[in-house]
C-alpha cells in the first residue's frame, strides 16, 4: 500500500531563517507531487505542484520553492521566511488514474516568529 | 469561474443521526470530478469519497454517501448514522484541467461538524 510521509511534524523558525520541508511517497512509482498551505481556520492554497523529476508549477508568487531531486521526493524551501509563512503545510500525492484522488500526509505545522 | 462553495460554517448533530454538509459548485467543463475529504483536529486530510461528472449513480462509501445533483450543480455529503469520532472539518474539492493539461482541486472553505453525545 502506499504511504506518504513529511517531516518535520512541527517547526518554529525566526523570521529571515531558511526552510527546508520534506515529502516522501512510498509503494507507488511516478505519483503527482502536491504542497498546500492552509492557514489558521482557512482552506487549502495550492502552492505548488509537480508531474515529474525536476517539474514544478508554482500557483502562488511568493518566497517559497519547490523542487523533486527524486521520483517520489517532494521539497519545500525558502531562503528567509516572512511572518506571513506560517501555516500548516500539507503534501499530497495522486496516482495517474482517471479520478486524480490525492492522498495527503500529516502535515507539518510552521510558526514563524 | 470554476468555484466549490460550502455555505455551513458549522454544523451540529446528534450522536446516530444523519445530517447532511452542503457543496454547490460552478464548472463550464463536461468533465469533473468532485470530492470530499475529512479534516479532524490533528490536521491529516483524509479522503472520504469521490464522484465524476458522468458517474450515474450517487457515490456510497460505508456510511458516507454523495447526493450528486447535476441540474442543480450540488454535491452534498450525508453521513449516516453519526459518531463522535465524526466530529471534524469536512471540504468539499472539484478535480479541474487546466490549460496545461495539468489536473488539479479546487477547494471549498469547508463545515466544521460536531457530534453530540
Known amino acids: 500500500s502506499q504511504t506518504i510521509h513529511q517531516w518535520p511534524a512541527t517547526l518554529v523558525q525566526p523570521v529571515g531563517s531558511p526552510l527546508s520541508l520534506e515529502c516522501t511517497v512510498e509503494g507507488t512509482s511516478n505519483p503527482n507531487l502536491y504542497w498546500y498551505r492552509q492557514a489558521a481556520g482557512r482552506g487549502l492554497q495550492l502552492l505548488f505542484y509537480s508531474v515529474g523529476i525536476g517539474q514544478i508549477s508554482s500557483e502562488v508568487p511568493q518566497n517559497l520553492s519547490a523542487s523533486r531531486p527524486q521520483d517520489r521526493q517532494f521539497i519545500l524551501s525558502s531562503k528567509k521566511l516572512l511572518l506571513s509563512d506560517s501555516g500548516f503545510y500539507l503534501c499530497a500525492w495522486s496516482g495517474r488514474v482517471s479520478t486524480d484522488t490525492q492522498y495527503f500526509g500529516p502535515g507539518t505545522r510552521l510558526t514563524v516568529l | 469561474a470554476q468555484k466549490i462553495t460550502q455555505t455551513q460554517p458549522g454544523m451540529f448533530v446528534q450522536e446516530k443521526e444523519a445530517v447532511t454538509l452542503d457543496c454547490t459548485y460552478d464548472?463550464?467543463?463536461?468533465?469533473?470530478?468532485l470530492f470530499w475529504y475529512k479534516q479532524p483536529s490533528s490536521g491529516e486530510m483524509i479522503f472520504l469519497i469521490y464522484q465524476g461528472s458522468y458517474d450515474q449513480q450517487n457515490a456510497t462509501e460505508g456510511r458516507y454517501s454523495l447526493n450528486f445533483q447535476k441540474a442543480r450543480k450540488s454535491a452534498n455529503l450525508v453521513i449516516s448514522a453519526s459518531q463522535l469520532g465524526d466530529s471534524a472539518m469536512y471540504f468539499c474539492a472539484m478535480r479541474v484541467i487546466n490549460a496545461g493539461n495539468n489536473r488539479k482541486l479546487i477547494w471549498g472553505l469547508g463545515t466544521s461538524l460536531a457530534v453530540n453525545p
Open positions: 464548472t463550464s467543463d463536461p468533465s469533473y470530478g
